[in-house]
């Protein structure tokens, strides 16, 4: 009998506050996590597992920690993350593992293997992999050589075509792809932090980007602007012959008010 692939679901950069009711650029984070939840909660086919590649919290807030974790644990899968820039680490420790919530960074799926990274440098925007991260990604790959491995954190660990993006990125990015070079059970990346849908190779080895829950950033633009696009997230079947399949799945309307003239934020 032909089995069903592993189905995993990317949620990123949700950005949630304290409050809420309160918004980014437009945008009531609260509101739209929500949304982009529900859309996964009533598609037919239902995730195995949720990844939420960082930058869960805005305003580094227990609340808004809180609020993520009434809204996480009454769902049915187990729920993986990794933290981003906007993530208070120590917080984070004190809230997970709890129920559904796992803290897990190497998980085992029948002939795959999931690795999370931290990427985060402290009180940074940009990223950076400390070497007991590196440390961690050299055990798992050495330790699963025939497992085809899927490895996600935040930062973008490649140039993604936006000027102002560029130094905001995984600033050693050239140790972890030499890293890399040495296996060859790396199947494909993924990342959050440039509230983006983006898709390239290198070394060949495929690796993906996600909108955000919140706020988009516009394509190819030199500067901080906004796209007027709706909200989303990425599904990414993993079959057992070693094939993936990954799309983007976005809201049917912009949940917000688009801010075209936004500079930052
Ligand atoms: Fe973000």
């Known amino acids: 009998m032909k089995k069903d692939p592993i189905r995993l679901v990317q949620i990123s950069d949700i950005h949630l506050f304290a409050d809420k009711q ?18 996964v909660k009533s598609c037919t086919k239902q995730p195995d597992h949720i990844i939420l590649s960082g930058d869960l919290s805005q305003d580094y807030t227990k609340d808004s920690y809180t609020h993520l974790i009434q809204l996480l644990t009454n769902l049915p899968q187990t729920v993986y993350f990794v933290p981003g820039n906007h993530d208070q680490p120590e917080l984070i420790s004190s809230f ?7 803290k897990l960074k190497q998980i085992i799926l029948e002939d795959w293997q999931l690795i999370l990274l931290n990427s985060q ?38 140039s993604v075509g936006s000027q102002w ?23 494909t990346i993924f990342f959050g932090h440039i ?18 829950t919140c706020i988009q950033f516009k394509i190819n633009s030199d500067h901080f602007s906004l796209e007027n696009l709706p909200q989303g997230y990425r599904w ?5 012959d070693g094939q993936l399949k ?20």
């Open 22 to 39: 309160k918004a980014l650029l437009g945008v009531k984070t609260y509101d739209s996590f929500l949304a982009v939840l529900d859309h």
């Open 195 to 212: 509230h983006q849908e983006h898709e390239g190779s290198k070394q060949n080895i495929k690796y993906y980007s996600v909108p955000s």
């Open 236 to 240: 990414i079947d993993l079959y057992p």
């Open 121 to 158: 440098k402290p009180n940074r925007v940009s990223g950076y992999f400390a070497e007991e991260e590196l440390n961690f990604l050299e055990k798992c790959l050495k330790e699963y050589p025939n497992h085809r491995s899927i490895i996600i954190f935040h930062h973008h660990p490649v």
């Open 246 to 265: 990954t799309g983007v799945i976005r809201l049917d309307h912009y949940i917000g008010e688009f801010q075209k003239e936004a500079k930052g934020y």
């Open 165 to 187: 993006l560029e130094k905001l990125g995984v600033t050693n990015a050239d140790v972890f792809w030499s890293l890399l070079r040495n296996f060859s059970n790396v199947h």
């Open 96 to 102: 997970f593992p709890q129920k559904n919530i796992s």
